[in-house]
Nanobody, 124 residues
Framework: QVQLVESGGGLVQTGDSLTLSCTAN????????MGWFSQAPGKERKFAAA????????YYADSVKGRFTISRDNAENTVNLQMNSLKPEDTAVYYC?????????????????WGQGTQVTVSS
């Protein structure tokens, strides 16, 4: 198990940017594929972005493609989600997750390790 900690959420206006960060306590993230998921009140958790162990492959949900960028720095043990051109519909709690899987990274059921989440609120 790896303990994940997210940071960087907040209240912004439509069109603004935010960068979410995820780090691990005591374990290296370099052997995990990493994902970011969002969950709005009353809705299911949904995939936003994922990145392979080396960072060489990235995957995005259609709703965020072109606006969000996932990246990782294995030396710093961090995974970031740069969120640009934010919209009110992006409002949700965002979760960082880690998996030993290396395919089908959009499925939340593949992820055994989750952070506590960080709130992102986009006002119109």
């Amino acid at each position: 198990q790896v303990q994940l900690v997210e940071s960087g959420g907040g209240l912004v206006q439509t069109g603004d940017s935010l960068t979410l960060s995820c780090t691990a306590n005591g374990r290296s993230l370099s052997t995990y594929s990493m994902g970011w998921f969002s969950q709005a009140p009353g809705k299911e958790r949904k995939f936003a972005a994922a990145i392979s162990r080396s960072g060489g492959r990235t995957y995005y949900a259609d709703s965020v493609k072109g606006r969000f960028t996932i990246s990782r720095d294995n030396a710093e043990n961090t995974v970031n989600l740069q969120m640009n051109s934010l919209k009110p519909e992006d409002t949700a709690v965002y979760y960082c997750a880690a998996t030993k899987a290396y395919t089908t990274l959009a499925a939340p059921t593949l992820y055994a390790n989750w952070g506590q989440g960080t709130q992102v609120t986009v006002s119109s």
